[in-house]
């Protein structure tokens, strides 16, 4: 595999990390408010019906749950990046929060986040390799990365 290619979706993993991490650190210490969107997005043009009726309905009968689980989610899904654990699933929940976060007309930085995602989403082999489980998986007991035994002279 290529490594300036592996050096690539590395910094474009531990970028992304950063971000979210920031991203959910900031509303969890900043004052994010949950409600303050809801009637945003019930009065925007741009947002399709059923997602004005899922914020409507399930947002806004769930505030404390969806208060804590946005920011906790954003802080998980970057540590989670950063660090190299569980990258793939990190990368696509990120995806999804990239995708909400459209859906509800919010596009400052959301799409250029939503493209790294996808980037990441589609190096899964490139991923696994970088990811911090490789590196425990790939020599066990004197054993290679293949499962053949190594031989030291």
Not at 7 to 32: C, D, N
Not at 69 to 86: C, N
């Amino acid at each position: 595999m290529n490594t300036i290619w592996k050096l690539i979706i590395l910094l474009i993993r531990m970028g992304s990390g950063i971000v979210m991490l920031m991203q959910g650190f900031e509303k969890l210490t900043g004052g994010f408010a949950i409600s303050g969107l809801i009637p945003v997005v019930q009065k925007s043009p741009d947002i399709p019906e059923w997602y004005k009726t899922f914020f409507a309905n399930i947002v806004n009968s769930q505030l404390d749950l969806f208060q804590w689980l946005i920011p906790l989610g954003e802080i998980t899904i970057g540590l989670g990046l950063i660090l190299g654990i569980l990258s793939y699933t990190a990368s696509f929940f990120g995806a999804f929060v990239m995708l909400n976060y459209l859906l509800a007309d919010m596009i400052f930085t959301y799409p250029l986040q939503l493209f790294f995602f996808i980037i990441i989403l589609m190096n899964k082999n490139t991923l696994d390799s970088i990811d911090l489980f490789h590196f425990f998986k790939r020599k066990k007991l004197g054993n290679d990365a293949h499962g053949t035994h190594t031989h030291s002279r």
